[in-house]
């Protein structure tokens, strides 16, 4: 059995501890949805940043480091 999380699942499960009404899209015209579509995306940042998430991190590879040019920097 699959269950699938959105952002919707997520405010509503926010909006359940609160003992407030669910919503069906936080595009809805709802004070709910309004307010969850304002504070989701700053929330949701907030937690990734708390924590190194394996999930979360982008990785880069670095090109070498041109000793020469940067030893003219210096």
Known sequence: MSISITETSISNSALAKLGAERITALTQNTKNARLCSDRLPSIRNEVLRAH?????????????LDTERSEEHT
């Open 52 to 64: 190194d998430w394996n999930f979360a991190t982008k990785r880069v590879s670095l090109s070498p």
